[in-house]
């Protein structure tokens, strides 16, 4: 990472300066960067990269931006950020599209007579505000604020503020939350806590529905930690299986999938405790412990816990043995069914018999997460809102009435506030029954810093100055505070100095030998200020044993479908649905763009008549939706599962009026233990209307036909050792051509690629690559550059899912050259297959001629609805209609780095140039180089004995290296 | 008729005839009597009036052969010459890839041949031609012969006698571009 | 033939000539109302995009090249009668090349326009042409595309100078029948022939040599076209076979084309006199060959298909026999090969309405079998994940109809202004007027 560290040198030296102009930002409205005297840190032409945290989940990646003449054009992960040590997922990559998302609210608005929302100035908007505030006279608490978890010196200034209005009632609320897990480190552990999860330490991953590659707590950093761990070392590689009701992408990427009816989750853990207990392999049990532990699960014997689950005894007993051989293991759960509490606290169990508590699972540094208000003290607050007992509702960062089930009552309830406030930048379903609208800045624009693991804080800063008339929440706060007369008990004079008191205190505590100032500009700089934080032991909290489990309760008529809703790796709860990049990126499993749809399992289909993208009704005791189906095997018989994102009445152009919301079917009751929201306790009906509603998928084929697309090989083939063998018959006509200087070229490992598709978007995001819509990319004109290929190789009862990144292969004898008449694709002198826009003529020979089909052409002249076009990468053309386009490795990066190498006159050095798909794969399964250098990384894994080229005998010769995926089979112990 | 601008130019006669037998006749007995420099119309070609008249092959077989090798040569030049001078790598194969030129040499030979042919038919017998002489009849083009002989207004007496002889419907004196 | 005079051959064909009537004129209206529409549409493709076409990824050709390679072909058996037949001393041609060597004309003129109007970005179509551009850049002379430019260009200056060549003394015969400016333009074109000894010498050669340039030149320009297709790496596209099989096709094609349109004129201008039923018959014998010459190649690509045990060939030529665009490969099989066969029961290739039935259904299969080669190769190729169909637009329809209309725009007009049937010619096959059997009337 090279290359950051310059950019890091670079703003070294002004990040002071950064921090001081951009401290103003909050006050001045000034957008215009003037470049006759232009701003230190800004020169034309040159980017400047800023570090801050990314807040689209609460995960709290931090990342670079990269600013351009004042805007920001692309976002990378920060290298020296420990969770995600500079990648980032999908939504990261598209956080610019909520910046400059053209549907974006642009001053405050207040409803008026006629019942519309209608701009307003911020001083009349806070006129009224503070005068509904000061009407309350002190009853504080007639007054609610909603945001999502903040974990940092915001969170800290609300509560202040709220304390200052006499106090109120504060939720943290998070549609993904882990109340149950927090309640089951209680009752296990005594600890309600959200424990760190070391995943690269872990030979065996046991994931009970946890989806961490997609959503589930961070996914970044365990996408990395788990491909780390998966690479195949010294002989092994770590094992996975995954229990759950579905494939998710995380189930896909497991050497095993255990399809269990939701809720089961539990017997089987329980049953494999039994079953190490049995065979004595739990060691260093204290006696007590292992008694009271025998009690708990003697009645969950194998052969009982086959009969309700449905996997042989067997099957259970070598899932034991392997969990404890394997050791140190880890078993993760993420429970939603009515039982959510009894299969945290069962999976507790499993990871401290197997001893990985203290090892993999460690309490200590607990997750931000923690912190939510369960969804039991929502139910709560709304009851009471109901009785009339709350007169002033703020909501910030969230979007209740579209996550929360039965969002209908949700909505009765609301009316019944008499006034509602929204800070939300976007016109989401809340902001729509606002009475007063007060934007706030995207995470670009303000100050901020966010804490996701103890000891880990993200310090945000803005990159540019606000896009419109929008304020910091932090200031808008302190601002209102001053019309209130509240200034003793917030003195500050705005949220920046209040984020720097916070940080002076921390300094205090940390005590680094440096100033407090130099430390600051530090952190600016690093993105942060990261401690690791010592590991507690814990014990088993007696109550444990008194703990009796049950077995799933499911709300609707027992003959439905068990409903699976499940949140995705693009649209996480919905809140990402307003970006085009993600709307358009296919799903990874299912391959479908732009909506969402109902799986349901052949076997069901069958039995109800059901066929692909027939419109279903699908009912339950709290609503109905229609959806079109999607027939699969990735769900299991008797359960239906629905991707949550979609269905949005609101929130702009790109998520209106998409598909439906599986929210609005599930009941509002809470789980008893924790107060979890209950995600998997209801069963629908499914009705055919009889209509058909088709969806679009980029996958023309699902399975590859010996093709040889995706190859792979058997662990015990690679442990019993292979020579790496080119393909027997392949005659080069003429001598190999000549590369003056470098061979750029590129090694995808399929071993290590899980799928998640951030390289599509960060490709997008780089290449100024347009959004096509769903008819068009329906008919096959998408526009990707590189995209996530999904083959299923599986047998007729069980998918195989092989995911495969197919881009341009800059071919050596590349087909597409010779028959373009104009020379519009040439082959440079460095390897890489050139494509010259402005010559292009648009015969699409070139594309016919194409084997891996990685052209793509303009078909008509691409928009970018203001201010999307904002972001457009200065460095890369914007194609017009009739011309072909294609990944060149990411040539303005190479030229870029090639420049400054000659600027400081040095060689290049190796891992200088990183194509964008490279920078931000969470896996590192993407390597770039110069195969000339024998020394390069890419040249090394080049030669290693899984490679292999796609269509090898059409003697393209293509300068991508594929590594084989290596089956491991099923665990055996 | 005589008189006109062609006045200058060569004078003679032509002969009208019905039947082709009468025309070859009227060219023998004509070319025996000494006047060789004798001028067939007909709206047919016919290979015994060429026979009797001796006239040699049409040498526009050199043109289309000129033709075929200028186009050749061309071809070579410019697709070699045009390859070299902006060389671009395509699909790993040679600058000068002879094989897909040969292509482009075949259809410039074909090119420059008909040009040339076409041209040399024109420059052969004269064509394009702006005015007809005066010795043309257009019935010569549908169903009926003509001979123009080159005679000094002394021999008119005999030549008319011989075309008659040989069975010409109607003699009239007629001048003939020189060209001819 | 015999009893014909001279001069009663000339009335004869001049006949044609003489000013329409109501029937020509609605036919040329109707023609020209299509002709526009089409222009509407590449209008409309010009502003919008290609994407108005039902082209996707990865079917990017489809009826746009179908046309071009179809339209091409047409123009095959104009050379073939004309020059071939010619060099080969076919008597018979005679009454028939001029209509063929129209057709062969005037399929060019419609088949040129296809490489300007598939292009992405038409308005710079002149980058194709070779010369030098943006500092001595010239075209790439190793792609197909470049050598189609290069063929169908010689094809068509070739073409037009035979058929002009052809017309010269029959121009003569015109001018001298005609007054006024319709003379001047007579006149001009015939060039001031005279039929003198020393014209008629020159102009036979050249006429041979033409012919004999002509001959591989119409061979060679098919196999071009069908490199498009064998120089790729697309499996179904990437056969040795294809010169061969397209030169066949595309007389088989152009054959069936100068049948459609001879039927009608012999029996409008009453020509029967000229172009006899043996004619027709011949033309019929003719595409027996072809036919089975064509159907010999659809049962080597499927033995090959077969026997190369190659995975994405045997899988493609199934998807083409079963797949989306099973029924025009029917279409195909069945009216190229096995409906031309018909032509060996005599009382069928002498039968008018079976030639003319017959031959458009052979114009229909040579579309489909363009249609189906190109488009069922693309659709399923190397990558299943890319696998794609290609569905029709309006705008696509109404190009291929315009085209159609295009070409016989042409033809309409060609009837009036020249001699459909060579005047020469027939009169050259006609014994020469003699005393011996006193010719004159």
Not at chain 1, 26 to 55: D, F, H, K, M
Request: charged share 20%; proline share 6%; aromatic share 12%.
């Amino acid at each position: 990472m090279e290359i950051k560290r310059r950019d890091f040198l670079k703003i070294l030296g002004v990040s002071g300066v950064t921090a001081a102009v951009s401290g103003c930002s909050s006050e001045t409205s000034r957008t215009l960067i003037p470049y006759l005297i232009p701003e230190n840190e800004v020169v034309p032409g040159q980017a400047t990269w800023y570090a801050t945290v990314c807040r689209e989940c609460p995960a709290g990646c931090g990342i670079l931006a990269k600013t351009m003449e004042g805007r920001a054009v692309k976002v990378e992960g920060n290298p020296d950020h420990p969770v995600n040590q500079g990648r980032l997922c999908a939504r990261g990559q598209a956080s610019l599209q909520g910046l400059y998302n053209p549907d974006r609210i642009r001053q405050p608005l207040r409803r008026g007579a006629d019942g519309n929302l209608q701009p307003v100035s911020w001083d009349e908007a806070e006129r009224i505000l503070a005068g509904r505030i000061s009407e309350l006279k002190g009853q504080g608490d007639r007054l609610a604020f909603i945001t999502p978890v903040m974990a940092g010196s915001l969170d800290r200034l609300i509560d202040l503020w709220l304390k200052s209005v006499g106090g109120g009632k504060r939720l943290r609320y998070e549609p993904l939350s882990y109340e149950s897990l927090r309640e089951a480190n209680r009752i296990a552990f005594g600890v309600q806590e959200i424990p760190v999860y070391n995943l690269q330490n872990a030979n065996f991953i046991l994931s009970f529905g946890a989806d961490f590659l997609e959503t589930w707590l961070s996914p970044v950093e365990y996408a990395r930690h788990f491909a780390l761990r998966r690479a195949y070392r010294a002989g092994s590689m770590g094992r996975s299986v995954y229990v759950g009701p579905r494939i998710s992408l995380t189930g896909a990427n497991s050497d095993e999938w255990i399809p269990v009816q939701p809720g089961n989750e539990s017997f089987l853990a329980l049953g494999m405790v039994n079953a190490i207990l049995a065979e004595g392999l739990a060691e260093g049990l204290p006696a007590p412990e292992l008694k009271g532990l025998q009690d708990i699960v003697a009645p969950h014997t194998p052969e009982a816990v086959a009969k309700q689950v449905g996997i042989s005894a067997d099957k259970i007993r070598v899932l034991a043995r392997a969990f404890v051989k394997k050791h140190p293991s880890v078993a993760l759960a993420d429970a939603k069914s009515s039982n959510a509490t009894d299969i945290c606290v069962a999976v507790n169990l499993l990871n401290y018999v197997a001893g990985n508590v203290g090892a993999t699972v460690r309490f200590g540094a607990e997750a931000a997460m923690a912190q939510v208000s369960s969804y039991g003290s929502f139910q709560k607050h709304l009851r009471e809102i109901e009785q009339g007992a709350i007169s002033i509702l703020f909501v910030a960062g969230v979007n209740p009435l579209f996550n929360l089930p039965e969002g209908k009552r949700l909505r009765e309830r609301l009316g019944k506030i008499p006034f509602v406030v929204s800070f939300s930048s976007f016109p989401d379903e809340t902001t729509e029954s606002a009475q007063l609208v007060l934007p706030e800045n995207t995470f670009f624009e303000s100050w901020g810093d966010y804490e996701p693991w103890t000891g880990i804080r993200g310090l945000q800063q803005p990159v540019m100055e606000p896009l419109y008339d929008t304020r910091a929440l932090g200031d808008i706060l302190l601002l209102l505070s001053t019309r209130l007369q509240n200034n003793e008990k917030l003195p500050w004079k705005n949220f920046y100095f209040y984020l720097r008191d916070q940080w002076k205190e921390l300094y205090r505590r940390i005590k680094p030998d440096v100033d407090f100032e130099t430390f600051w500009t530090e952190s600016v700089r690093r993105g942060g200020n990261f401690q690791s934080v010592a590991t507690k032991s814990v014990q088993l909290n007696p109550e444990v044993f008194k703990k009796s489990f049950q077995p799933p309760v499911f709300a609707g008529a027992g003959d439905g479908f068990a409903l699976i809703p499940y949140p995705t790796l693009a649209f996480y709860d919905g809140r990402m649905a307003n970006r085009p990049w993600l709307q358009e990126l296919p799903d990874p499993v299912s391959q479908i763009v732009w909506e969402n749809w109902l799986e349901i399992h052949p076997s069901d289909a069958e039995k109800l008549g059901i066929k692909k993208n027939d419109l279903l009704q699908i009912q339950s005791p709290a609503g109905e939706i229609k959806l079109p189906a999607r027939i699969s095997k990735n769900v299991r018989p008797g359960i239906v599962a629905i991707p949550v994102g979609q269905g949005h009445s609101a929130f702009g152009r790109y998520a209106q009026g998409r598909g439906a919301s599986p929210m609005s079917l599930l009941s509002a009751e809470p789980e008893a233990d924790s107060g979890a929201l209950i995600w998997y306790g209801t069963r629908v009906a499914v009705r055919q209307t009889g209509l058909k509603h088709m969806l679009a998928s980029t996958s023309g084929n699902d399975r590859s036909h010996d093709r040889g697309i995706v190859q792979t090989i058997s662990l015990a083939a690679l442990q019993s050792g292979i020579e790496k063998k080119e393909h027997p018959h392949l005659l080069r006509m003429y001598a190999e051509h000549h590369h003056d200087k470098h061979r750029w070229g590129m090694v995808i490992d399929l071993n290590a690629c899980v799928g998640c598709s951030a390289c599509v978007v960060a490709c997008s995001a780089e290449n100024n690559i347009p959004i096509m819509g769903k008819e068009e990319v329906a008919y096959g004109r998408e526009m990707s550059w590189i995209r996530i290929q999904r083959y299923d190789e599986g047998t007729d009862e069980r998918p195989d899912h092989h995911f495969i990144p197919m881009l341009c292969q800059n071919c050596d004898n590349a087909p597409c050259e010779p028959v373009c008449p104009v020379y519009a694709t040439y082959h440079n002198p460095e390897g890489l297959n050139a494509q010259v826009y402005n010559r292009c003529v648009g015969t699409r020979y070139c594309s016919n001629n194409c084997p891996y089909k990685v052209r793509r052409f303009n078909w008509h002249t691409a928009q970018w609805p203001e201010p999307l076009n904002l972001q457009l990468n200065p460095n890369v053309t914007v194609r017009e209609m009739g011309v072909m386009e294609k990944c060149t490795f990411c040539v303005q990066r190479i030229r870029g780095a090639e420049l400054a190498a000659k600027e400081e006159n040095r060689d290049l050095r190796d891992g200088e140039i990183v194509p964008a798909c490279s920078q931000t794969c969470p896996t590192r399964a993407i390597v770039f180089g110069d195969l000339h250098d024998p020394e390069s990384e890419v040249a090394k894994l080049a030669k290693n004995p899984r490679g292999y080229h796609v269509l090898e005998h059409l003697n393209t010769q293509p300068a991508i290296t594929y590594l084989k995926k290596i089956k491991a089979g099923p665990v055996e112990g | 008729m005589a008189k006109n601008k062609v006045a200058d130019s060569l004078t003679g006669l032509v002969g009208t005839f019905f039947h082709l037998d009468s025309l070859l006749q009227a060219i023998e007995q004509l070319r025996q009597a000494g006047y060789r420099d004798l001028q067939s119309f007909s709206p047919v070609p016919h290979h015994n009036i060429d026979a009797t008249l001796e006239k040699p092959p049409s040498p526009v077989r050199y043109f289309t052969l000129a033709g075929c090798l200028l186009g050749a040569a061309t071809g070579l030049t410019l697709t070699i010459a045009t390859s070299l001078h902006y060389p671009l790598i395509t699909g790993g194969k040679p600058i000068v890839s002879i094989p897909p030129f040969l292509v482009i040499v075949f259809e410039l030979t074909i090119l420059f041949g008909g040009l040339l042919t076409l041209g040399g038919m024109l420059f052969n017998s004269r064509l394009p031609k702006v005015n007809i002489g005066p010795a043309y009849n257009p019935r010569f083009s549908e169903d009926q012969f003509g001979l123009w002989v080159r005679c000094e207004q002394k021999d008119h007496e005999t030549v008319t006698t011989l075309l008659k002889s040989a069975g010409a419907e109607e003699i009239i004196p007629a001048g003939q571009g020189r060209e001819l | 033939m015999a009893q014909l005079t001279y001069h009663q051959v000339d009335s004869d064909i001049l006949r044609a000539m003489q000013a329409p009537g109501w029937r020509y004129y609605t036919l040329l209206s109707i023609d020209l109302i299509v002709v526009a529409w089409g222009i509407f549409a590449w209008r409309y493709t010009v502003q919008h995009g290609l994407g108005v076409w039902g082209l996707t990824h990865p079917v990017m050709w489809a009826m746009d090249i179908t046309n071009f390679v179809f339209w091409v072909g047409i123009a095959h058996s104009g050379t073939l009668i004309s020059a071939i037949l010619y060099l080969f001393r076919v008597r018979w041609r005679a009454s028939i090349y001029r209509t063929a060597e129209a057709v062969t004309v005037f399929a060019l003129f419609t088949a040129g326009l296809f490489p300007i109007i598939h292009l992405g970005r038409p308005w710079v179509f002149h980058w194709l042409l070779p010369y030098s551009q943006f500092g001595g850049l010239w075209v790439n002379f190793r792609s197909p595309l470049v050598w189609d430019v290069f063929a169908v260009m010689t094809y068509m200056i070739i073409s037009v100078l035979f058929f002009f060549t052809g017309l010269v003394p029959d121009m003569a015969v015109v001018r001298n029948r005609t007054s006024g400016w319709r003379q001047k333009i007579y006149a001009f074109m015939a060039q001031g022939w005279q039929g003198t000894d020393r014209q008629w010498r020159h102009y036979k050669a050249a006429y041979v040599f033409l012919a004999a340039l002509a001959t591989p030149l119409v061979i060679s320009v098919h196999s071009v076209v069908s490199w498009d297709f064998a120089q790729s790496v697309v499996a179904g596209w990437h056969s040795t076979i294809f010169a061969p099989y397209f030169v066949a096709g595309a007389i088989h094609s152009g054959l069936a084309m100068v049948i459609t349109l001879l039927i009608p004129l012999r029996r409008i201008y009453r020509l029967d006199a000229y172009i006899t039923q043996q004619h027709l018959e011949n033309l019929a014998k003719l595409i027996i060959l072809t036919g089975l010459i064509v159907g010999y190649a659809y049962a080597v690509e499927t033995y090959i298909a077969w026997y190369s045990n190659n995975v994405p060939e045997w899988q493609r030529f199934t998807y083409q026999v079963t797949g989306e665009y099973a029924i025009p490969f029917w279409i195909m099989i069945l009216f190229n090969s096995l409906v031309p066969l018909l032509f060996f029961v005599k009382r069928i290739r002498t039968s008018t309405p079976w030639l003319f039935a017959i031959a458009i259904l052979i114009n229909i299969g040579m579309w489909m079998e363009r249609f189906v080669i190109i488009v069922t190769g693309l659709a399923h190729e190397y990558d299943p994940y890319s696998w794609g169909v290609f569905i029709p637009t309006w705008v696509d329809i109404s190009i291929t109809l315009g085209a159609f209309a295009w070409f016989f725009l042409w033809f309409l007009l060609f009837i009036k202004f020249l001699p459909v049937i060579s005047i020469v010619e027939v009169k050259e096959e006609l014994p020469p007027p003699t005393r011996s059997q006193n010719g004159e009337e």
